[in-house]
């Protein structure tokens, strides 16, 4: 699939890494939609970068439908779809204030895992419209997983299990979506600069950082979209998910 020639849904954009992959994207020539929650900063940023905006809560329906029509009316179909929306939640499972508190562990759930997957069914309705190139692709969706996801740390119940969930969701959803040409992939970054990650304080994150064997720095977004415009540009990458953490393992 040619960058150009793309035409991509990224949620989550109006910062971190969903911006910087919206960004990478426009520079390179493809259409590009931003997906966000952040009415105000997303539009903002989408007429900084040259791509369009559509409000959105990823945990509805019907403003996931909404968005997405919105996005074939500008770019005329959609062919990839990114989804970076999410949040982390950090509590023990019993803490000194009792129990995790159930609320914040579904919508964690909801928004991480369940946003995830009500945006990719519903951009693979379209996708599945599109006309098949010559090795009869229609088009490519990439979640956001996490290191989480292997290596959970105290405190990370929530955000793990929400992000185990996309990693899980990623062969399943290929192998239903391959007779209609969509591959589904999925990157589960590492300790990336961020804004969620600079809101812990320099300090903790190059402590972070001393821990990646190599390079020993955290990760930075253009990172994560250039490869998400490697998944775009391989057909050959379907099912699986990639890790991008300088080899990181968490104790």
């Known amino acids: 699939m040619q960058i150009d020639r793309t035409a991509a849904i990224v949620t989550g954009a109006a910062s971190g890494l969903g911006a910087a992959t919206a960004a990478a994207l426009c520079a390179a020539g493809a259409r590009v939609t931003i997906l966000d929650r952040d009415a105000g900063r997303g539009a903002a940023f989408a007429h900084e ?23 074939v009316a500008e770019m005329g179909r959609i062919t990839a779809c990114i989804s970076c929306a999410g949040i982390a939640t950090a509590a023990r ?22 946003g995830s997957f009500n945006v990719a069914r519903l951009a693979a309705a379209e996708m599945a419209r599109n006309d098949p190139d010559a090795d009869g692709a229609r088009g490519v969706v990439i979640h956001t997983a996490s290191i989480a996801a292997y290596d959970g740390q105290k405190g990370q119940a929530a955000y793990a299990a929400s992000k185990a969930g996309v990693t899980g969701l990623v062969l399943p959803m290929a192998r239903d979506l391959a007779g ?13 600069r961020t804004p969620m990650l600079e809101g812990l304080g320099e300090e ?11 390079p020993p720095r955290l990760g930075d977004p253009a990172e994560f979209a250039a490869l998400v415009r ?22």
């Open 49 to 71: 970068i040259g791509a369009g905006f559509a409000a959105t809560d990823v945990t509805d329906p019907d403003s996931v439908a909404a968005a997405i029509a919105a996005a």
């Open 204 to 214: 903790i994150m190059q402590g972070l950082a001393r821990d990646v064997p190599c």
């Open 180 to 192: 209609l040409g969509i591959r589904v992939m999925a990157i589960a970054p590492g300790v990336f």
């Open 93 to 114: 499972t019993l803490g000194r204030d009792g129990p995790h508190d159930w609320a914040a562990f579904r919508r964690t759930l909801e928004i991480n895992l369940a």
């Open 230 to 251: 490697f998944i775009i540009e391989c057909g050959y990458l379907n099912g699986t998910t990639i890790r991008l953490d300088g080899g990181l393992r968490m104790p």
